[in-house]
């Protein structure tokens, strides 16, 4: 596609409630990321990808947090029994490679739980 | 461990002033350097980048030189129009591939 998609754009969550975000990267790009972003701060890492690989899960903040991307190109973010602190926007960005290289970012989902 | 330090805001400056925005980095190593924006109602675009040291990334009138000494990437441009309203993140890439974002600076430039 000609960009990062991610879906859906906004989300209400009941608190408890189990909720998936989904990234379509840009074709043929390697390297997926996974950022949370809370109102007025920069975007917080959570997880990375190479390919199918997830090489880096150090940022997800609980094991409430789960990232997959089975095949290498879409990727998905899982919250499960989401609490008020979820609430963010969260970012889904894609480069061809590693090592220096532009990373592009989705519009990003905004989740609320209430 | 890997951060970015950014001048906090907002930052309100009439058309045509000068802006910089200051930005230092911890890091192990030679990180590669960022700045990215974000309009209202957008997602992120990277504004400029710079890979080693001494490097200028430019971009739009806007520029940042990647000083390995001051461990610092300042945002600079001469002279600010209305349309660069938005809010500006500087990143670095860290040895494992992900970026590192400051807390981010909005900008608002008045007619």
């Known amino acids: 596609g000609a960009g990062v998609s991610q879906s859906p754009r906004y989300k209400v969550a009941k608190r408890g409630q189990d909720v998936a975000l989904r990234c379509d990267p840009i074709s043929g790009h390697v390297s997926l990321f996974w950022y949370q972003q809370a109102l007025g701060q920069g975007p917080e890492f959570l997880t990375y990808f190479q390919n199918e690989a997830q090489l880096d899960k150090s940022g997800l903040p609980s094991d409430r947090f789960f990232a997959e991307r089975p095949e290498g190109s879409v990727s998905t973010l899982k919250i499960q029994r989401t609490q008020q602190e979820d609430s963010a926007v969260y970012l889904c960005?894609?480069?061809?490679?590693?090592?220096?290289?532009?990373?592009?970012f989705g519009q990003g989902t905004r989740l609320t739980v209430v | 461990g890997d951060s970015v330090t950014q001048m906090e805001g907002p930052v309100t400056l009439s058309e045509e002033a000068f802006l910089t925005i200051n930005c230092t980095y911890t890091a192990t190593g030679y990180p590669s350097l960022f700045w990215y924006v974000q309009y209202p109602g957008e997602g992120l675009q990277l504004l400029l980048k710079?890979?080693?040291?001494?490097d200028k990334g430019s971009n739009k009138g806007f520029e940042a030189t990647y000083r390995k000494e001051t461990t610092s990437f300042h945002l600079e441009k001469g002279s600010v129009q209305v349309s660069d309203s938005a809010v500006y993140f500087c990143a670095l890439m860290g040895r494992g591939n992900q970026f590192y974002f400051g807390t981010g600076t909005s900008l608002t430039v008045i007619p």
């Open positions: 960005a894609s480069s061809l490679s590693s090592g220096g290289t532009e990373a592009f």
């Open positions: 710079a890979t080693k040291a001494d």
